[in-house]
Protein backbone atom coordinates (compact mmCIF):
# COMPACT_ATOMS: atom_id res chain seq x y z
CA UNK A 1 0.00 0.00 0.00
CA UNK A 2 1.50 3.29 -0.93
CA UNK A 3 -0.08 6.89 -0.39
CA UNK A 4 1.35 9.40 -3.55
CA UNK A 5 0.96 12.83 -4.00
CA UNK A 6 1.08 14.47 -7.42
CA UNK A 7 1.10 18.22 -8.13
CA UNK A 8 -0.68 19.55 -11.41
CA UNK A 9 -1.13 22.82 -13.22
CA UNK A 10 -2.79 22.34 -16.25
CA UNK A 11 -5.11 18.89 -17.40
CA UNK A 12 -2.07 18.47 -19.86
CA UNK A 13 -0.18 17.68 -17.00
CA UNK A 14 -2.71 15.27 -15.14
CA UNK A 15 -2.72 13.36 -18.44
CA UNK A 16 1.16 12.41 -18.81
CA UNK A 17 1.01 11.68 -14.47
CA UNK A 18 -2.10 9.57 -14.87
CA UNK A 19 0.06 8.22 -17.71
CA UNK A 20 2.98 7.61 -15.19
CA UNK A 21 0.78 6.56 -12.45
CA UNK A 22 -1.14 3.89 -14.14
CA UNK A 23 1.49 1.69 -14.77
CA UNK A 24 2.37 1.20 -11.07
CA UNK A 25 -0.67 1.75 -9.03
CA UNK A 26 -2.21 -1.27 -6.90
CA UNK A 27 -5.72 -1.50 -5.48
CA UNK A 28 -4.76 -0.21 -2.45
CA UNK A 29 -3.11 2.68 -3.34
CA UNK A 30 -3.82 6.33 -2.31
CA UNK A 31 -3.77 9.16 -4.54
CA UNK A 32 -3.83 12.74 -3.44
CA UNK A 33 -3.87 15.52 -6.65
CA UNK A 34 -3.07 19.03 -5.17
CA UNK A 35 -3.17 22.22 -7.62
CA UNK A 36 -1.97 25.00 -6.29
CA UNK A 37 -2.52 28.79 -7.75
CA UNK A 38 0.60 30.72 -7.18
CA UNK A 39 -1.34 33.68 -8.51
CA UNK A 40 -4.31 33.56 -6.81
CA UNK A 41 -8.21 33.45 -7.34
CA UNK A 42 -7.96 34.27 -11.51
CA UNK A 43 -11.20 32.88 -12.56
CA UNK A 44 -10.00 31.36 -15.64
CA UNK A 45 -6.95 29.26 -13.83
CA UNK A 46 -9.02 28.17 -10.86
CA UNK A 47 -11.25 26.41 -13.47
CA UNK A 48 -8.45 24.76 -14.85
CA UNK A 49 -7.12 23.38 -11.86
CA UNK A 50 -10.64 22.29 -11.51
CA UNK A 51 -10.21 20.55 -14.89
CA UNK A 52 -6.63 18.98 -14.39
CA UNK A 53 -8.30 17.50 -10.68
CA UNK A 54 -11.12 15.85 -12.50
CA UNK A 55 -8.59 14.35 -14.90
CA UNK A 56 -7.03 12.42 -11.65
CA UNK A 57 -10.64 11.59 -10.44
CA UNK A 58 -11.92 10.17 -13.80
CA UNK A 59 -8.72 8.63 -14.92
CA UNK A 60 -7.65 7.03 -11.47
CA UNK A 61 -10.86 7.00 -9.56
CA UNK A 62 -12.26 3.47 -10.10
CA UNK A 63 -8.90 1.98 -9.72
CA UNK A 64 -7.40 3.54 -6.66
CA UNK A 65 -8.88 5.73 -3.68
CA UNK A 66 -8.08 10.09 -4.91
CA UNK A 67 -8.48 12.84 -2.97
CA UNK A 68 -8.04 16.48 -4.21
CA UNK A 69 -7.34 19.46 -3.12
CA UNK A 70 -6.92 22.95 -4.63
CA UNK A 71 -5.40 25.84 -2.67
CA UNK A 72 -6.33 29.24 -4.16
CA UNK A 73 -4.84 31.16 -2.05
CA UNK A 74 -1.67 32.53 -3.78
CA UNK A 75 0.71 30.59 -1.18
CA UNK A 76 3.97 28.97 -2.76
CA UNK A 77 2.92 25.30 -5.11
CA UNK A 78 6.61 23.89 -3.64
CA UNK A 79 5.29 25.01 -0.08
CA UNK A 80 2.12 23.75 -0.29
CA UNK A 81 2.93 20.31 -1.77
CA UNK A 82 5.92 19.79 0.75
CA UNK A 83 3.63 20.54 3.12
CA UNK A 84 0.55 18.17 2.43
CA UNK A 85 3.20 15.45 2.07
CA UNK A 86 3.76 15.94 5.27
CA UNK A 87 0.33 16.10 6.60
CA UNK A 88 -0.57 12.63 4.67
CA UNK A 89 2.55 10.99 4.99
CA UNK A 90 2.91 10.19 1.14
CA UNK A 91 5.48 7.91 0.32
CA UNK A 92 6.05 9.62 -3.26
CA UNK A 93 6.29 13.14 -4.42
CA UNK A 94 4.87 13.26 -8.18
CA UNK A 95 5.37 16.05 -9.97
CA UNK A 96 5.61 17.36 -13.74
CA UNK A 97 9.14 18.81 -15.54
CA UNK A 98 8.84 21.22 -18.16
CA UNK A 99 11.48 22.91 -20.45
CA UNK A 100 9.13 25.63 -21.33
CA UNK A 101 10.81 28.19 -19.28
CA UNK A 102 14.42 29.92 -20.42
CA UNK A 103 17.66 29.18 -17.70
CA UNK A 104 17.24 33.19 -17.23
CA UNK A 105 13.43 32.64 -16.39
CA UNK A 106 14.16 29.62 -13.95
CA UNK A 107 16.81 31.97 -12.15
CA UNK A 108 14.60 35.26 -11.88
CA UNK A 109 11.07 33.14 -10.96
CA UNK A 110 13.26 30.29 -9.23
CA UNK A 111 11.97 26.49 -9.88
CA UNK A 112 8.86 24.85 -7.94
CA UNK A 113 10.69 21.72 -8.96
CA UNK A 114 13.97 22.81 -7.69
CA UNK A 115 12.42 23.38 -4.34
CA UNK A 116 10.51 20.47 -3.72
CA UNK A 117 13.54 18.78 -4.50
CA UNK A 118 16.12 20.53 -1.91
CA UNK A 119 13.18 20.77 0.53
CA UNK A 120 12.43 16.79 0.95
CA UNK A 121 13.21 13.79 2.14
CA UNK A 122 10.46 11.64 0.25
CA UNK A 123 11.08 10.45 -2.99
CA UNK A 124 10.32 12.32 -6.23
CA UNK A 125 9.11 10.93 -9.40
CA UNK A 126 9.86 14.00 -12.42
CA UNK A 127 7.30 12.70 -14.90
CA UNK A 128 8.57 14.76 -18.71
CA UNK A 129 6.60 16.93 -19.99
CA UNK A 130 6.20 17.80 -23.78
CA UNK A 131 7.01 21.41 -24.79
Do not use: W
Not at 6 to 22: F, I, K, N, V
Not at 56 to 66: C, H, I, T
Not at 79 to 104: C, F, M, N, W, Y
Amino acid sequence: MSTLLAGTDAPETSERLCDYLETRLSADDTVHVLNSLPGGNDEELVEDGREALTVFEERLGDRVAVETYQNTSASDPAHDLLTLGDEHGVDELVIGLSQKRSPAQKVVFGSITQSVLMQTNRPVVGVPLPD
